[in-house]
């Protein structure tokens, strides 16, 4: 892929390889009418489950994307070379196996095309002195991992694996319900056995629930390192939930759709089609129509208009939704929390194209190529990813790694022997020199990145790598306005911007301050990753002010 071409996936310009061809054939058909029931700003992966509930509720529903393929965060696409399908920003889809959506088939994607492959094992952890943790399906193997470091850390797997399981249903329960909708975590959990305790420990940082509980230093990097996996810094308050990030996984699973991440949207935009419902990509939204006071509808960068009956759902980043309607009609107080918001730990992604997988040695003998695996040297290294942020270093010393092979699991994504590599690490985008300054020096990081993995894995040799794209903090928010300040989960999910303070006091249940204007998407609770859980809550808000119900939806066939 040229230069130019990657510029122009970045700026939401038209490449024919990224469109998917049967929804933007849908959508350069037209409408026919530009009135519906339901208009949706952007097509992220909440907005379309939000759509999708409404569309089989029976609304007529017109959804419009700025970029020319649907998904957002959810997106896959030849960014390397072609014939190789790269997962733009998510990969695993854990957390969206516990969505009502799908655990309880209330949208029947399945049916639409979207498979999930399971690969086994879920991570493997690799250190410099050729030991290893490797988190198995079988849980009993898994803590056979630790026990190789400590018998007591083996103990405090299995012991916090089962404490986890007995609260998990109370935190799934509560992150598919919307606030206000039903009790909440804390109330939940008031009715467990040991309920202070763990409201003692969501209050903890990761690291301090880690660093009591095992001994090891090799058990706490690989504890620490899945804490850290979505962006928040392990020694945070309020981030003890992400402690129990193993257990939740060595549930679930780290699954992957089979031909890419896109293939939930993909789903999920055939199932709105077949409800009657219109996707539009290559529409930027530009600004709300709001008449008496109302949101009625929205106006799109090339002048055309789409009006709603019912109501008007927005994916748009709150940093950008304010400026799509009349300063004077947003309260102060939400301002405020706009103003306040704050961006999570940035990543930096390298796509590769090679001609063979990462394969890492093992004491004592033998490999093992897994689908996904951590590096980190020591607890400590991740721990400093928080400082460096704040103070704007790019420290490129030992950085803590997420290397993804999707086509160990799944070899369709590339030419047959051929193989895909997304290396993960997290940089500050508020560099010292400015994050335009990215752009200079986006390829040295990218280059100290593959230096520090082939100290892991020395078989991935130069003449094995065929194409790359690299992806600085700075191109993500390009890419994607909703990757504010390189956030890929929208914004920090710190003790400021979580439960009923997502995305501010007072405006948690996806009603907006402007009648007739919902918000969805990772701004808004529960947060980011890929759940669909903001996607489920805002329809359930959206359709009990219609005077209907999620339960009387979801019991319809159709």
């Known amino acids: 892929m040229s230069d130019m071409t990657r510029r122009g996936f970045l700026k939401g310009a038209a490449v024919a390889p990224l469109v998917l061809k049967p929804l933007a054939a849908m959508g350069q058909q037209g409408p026919g009418s530009q009135r519906f029931d339901i208009v949706v700003a952007g097509a992220g992966h909440n907005s379309l489950i939000t759509a999708a509930y409404l569309a089989k509720a029976g609304y007529r529903c017109v959804v419009l994307e700025g970029r020319p393929t649907i998904g957002g965060g959810v997106k896959t696409a030849e960014l390397t070379l072609r014939g190789f399908q790269d997962d733009v920003c998510s990969t695993a889809q854990y957390f969206i196996q516990s969505n009502p959506m799908l655990r309880n088939n209330e ?166 089609e077949a409800h009657n419902g219109v996707i539009l990509p290559n529409k930027w939204v530009e600004r709300f129509i709001i008449e008496n006071g109302r949101c009625v509808g929205v106006e799109c960068g090339d002048g055309t208009s789409y009006r709603a009956d019912k109501a008007v759902v927005s994916t748009l980043h709150i940093k ?25 730990e940035a990543m930096f992604v390298s796509h590769y194209a090679t001609s063979a997988p990462p394969v890492f040695p093992l004491q004592g003998g033998g490999t093992i190529s897994p689908a996904e695996t951590g590096l980190l040297v020591s607890p400590e290294r991740a721990l400093r990813v928080a400082l460096d942020d704040a103070c704007g270093n790019v420290n490129m010393e030992d950085p803590p790694m997420h290397c993804i092979c999707c086509t160990l699991a799944d070899p369709s994504r590339a030419p047959a022997g051929m193989h895909t590599l997304k290396l993960v690490t997290w940089y500050p985008y508020d560099i010292k020199q400015g994050p335009q300054h990215w752009d200079e020096i986006k390829k040295q990081v990218a280059e100290a990145n593959l230096k520090q993995l082939r100290r892991f894995c020395p078989s991935l040799t130069p003449d094995k790598f065929l194409g790359e794209f690299i992806e600085s903090p700075i191109d993500f928010e390009r890419m994607n306005p909703h990757f504010w300040h390189g956030s890929a989960h929208a914004g920090a999910q710190n003790a400021a911007q979580t439960g009923p303070m997502r995305p501010m006091p007072g405006w948690a249940q996806h009603r907006m301050p402007i009648p007739g204007l919902y918000q969805t998407g990772a701004c808004t609770y529960p947060g980011g990753s890929v759940s669909g859980a903001p996607g489920r809550n805002a329809a359930v808000v959206m359709l009990k002010d219609f005077g209907t119900s999620i339960e009387a939806v979801v019991s319809k066939k159709a």
């Open 107 to 272: 949208i029947p994607l399945r049916d639409y095309g979207l498979q999930y492959i399971d690969p086994d094992p879920i991570m493997h952890m690799a250190f410099l002195d050729g030991s290893h943790i490797t988190q198995w399906r079988d849980v009993e193997r898994t803590i056979a991992e630790f026990a190789k470091f400590s018998k007591k850390d083996a103990a405090a797997y299995r012991r916090m694996y089962e404490e986890f399981n007995s609260v998990a249903p109370m935190f799934r329960e509560s992150t598919f319900t919307p606030i206000g909708f039903g009790p909440s975590l804390p109330e939940r959990l008031a009715a467990h056995p040991r309920g202070r305790l763990w409201q003692r420990r969501l209050a903890m940082s990761a690291w301090e629930i880690i660093k009591a509980n095992f001994e090891d230093e090799h058990s706490r990097a690989f504890m620490v390192f899945l804490a850290h996996i979505t962006s928040e810094a392990p020694d945070a308050p309020v981030s003890g939930r992400v402690a129990y990030t193993a257990f939740g996984q060595q549930h679930s699973g780290r699954p992957m759709p089979k031909g890419g991440s896109g293939k939930l949207a993909e789903a999920l935009g055939r199932y709105i």
């Open 320 to 344: 950008h939704l304010v400026d799509m309607a009349p300063h004077e009609l947003w309260p102060q107080d939400f301002l405020d929390g706009v103003d306040t918001w704050q961006a999570e």
